[in-house]
């Protein structure tokens, strides 16, 4: 329900200000008409603010939203999972997650046009999942991936097809600016930061871990 998504999922100005109280309404003037609105409230949150940026990574906005993720994690999950072993992986997913949290966070607070957008909520796995995608296109690079293009299977090699997935983010992401890095139900802030987060840290998470003899070759 509504309560719960504001209670844990991630808030920006929670994360900004530490602050897990309610937080007011907010007078704003709105851009097309001149006339003021107030904005609603956010509710308490009965764990630590910085909590939510670990709670909001297993609630989805509906089963799109959560088949989706879990599509792209069962895909790409598996290779890196045994590269890293079972804990290892846990924790760089839990890790990329929270950063791609962090730059949604910092995004709003840098680029939103107004205040209210810093209380809109965020959640879902996108953001760790991004991180597992950063991770595959460099360790991963020639394994060939199965897109759907339509009604068409194309295979193509990871490189290309996390490639062009990253490229559209960056797109999206920059036509965004101004209204928080999040726009059509989609930060594309966390995306980007859980993507660069992978690339940088899958090679600090792989010290001391022996490779495994086999991969998957053929992710679809």
């Given at each position: 329900?509504?309560?719960?998504?504001?209670e844990?999922?991630?808030?920006?100005?929670?994360?900004v200000?530490?602050?897990?109280?309610?937080?007011?309404?907010?007078?704003?003037?709105?851009?097309?008409?001149g006339?003021?609105?107030?904005?609603?409230?956010?509710?308490?949150?009965?764990?630590?603010?910085?909590?939510?940026?670990?709670?909001?990574?297993?609630?989805?906005?509906?089963?799109?939203?959560?088949?989706?993720?879990?599509?792209?994690?069962?895909?790409?999950?598996?290779?890196?999972?045994?590269r890293?072993?079972?804990?290892?992986?846990?924790?760089?997913?839990?890790?990329?997650?929270?950063?791609?949290?962090?730059?949604?966070?910092f995004?709003?607070?840098?680029?939103?046009?107004?205040?209210?957008s810093?209380?809109?909520?965020?959640?879902?796995?996108?953001?760790?999942?991004?991180?597992?995608?950063?991770?595959?296109?460099?360790?991963?690079?020639t394994n060939?991936?199965?897109?759907?293009?339509?009604?068409?299977?194309?295979?193509m090699?990871?490189?290309?097809?996390?490639?062009?997935?990253?490229?559209?983010?960056?797109?999206?992401?920059?036509?965004?600016?101004?209204?928080?890095?999040?726009?059509?139900?989609?930060?594309?802030?966390?995306?980007?930061g859980?993507?660069?987060?992978?690339?940088?840290?899958?090679?600090?998470?792989?010290?001391?871990?022996?490779?495994?003899?086999?991969?998957?070759?053929?992710?679809?």
């Amino acid at each position: 329900n509504e309560k719960f998504t504001y209670e844990f999922s991630t808030i920006p100005e929670r994360i900004v200000t530490g602050d897990n109280r309610p937080i007011p309404g907010r007078l704003m003037i709105e851009p097309i008409t001149g006339q003021a609105v107030k904005t609603p409230g956010v509710p308490s949150t009965p764990i630590s603010a910085y909590l939510t940026l670990i709670t909001s990574m297993f609630m989805h906005g509906g089963i799109a939203h959560i088949f989706g993720n879990m599509l792209f994690l069962f895909i790409f999950g598996d290779n890196i999972e045994d590269r890293l072993g079972h804990l290892r992986y846990l924790i760089f997913y839990l890790v990329c997650g929270v950063l791609a949290g962090l730059s949604h966070v910092f995004a709003t607070a840098l680029f939103a046009s107004d205040a209210s957008s810093l209380l809109v909520p965020s959640l879902g796995a996108s953001g760790a999942i991004s991180g597992v995608l950063g991770a595959y296109i460099l360790l991963f690079p020639t394994n060939r991936v199965i897109v759907l293009l339509g009604w068409f299977a194309m295979p193509m090699p990871a490189f290309i097809a996390i490639g062009l997935w990253f490229v559209f983010q960056l797109i999206s992401g920059l036509g965004v600016l101004g209204s928080g890095s999040q726009a059509g139900g989609v930060a594309y802030a966390a995306h980007i930061g859980g993507f660069i987060s992978g690339l940088v840290l899958i090679k600090v998470f792989e010290i001391g871990r022996r490779p495994p003899d086999r991969y998957y070759e053929r992710e679809f």
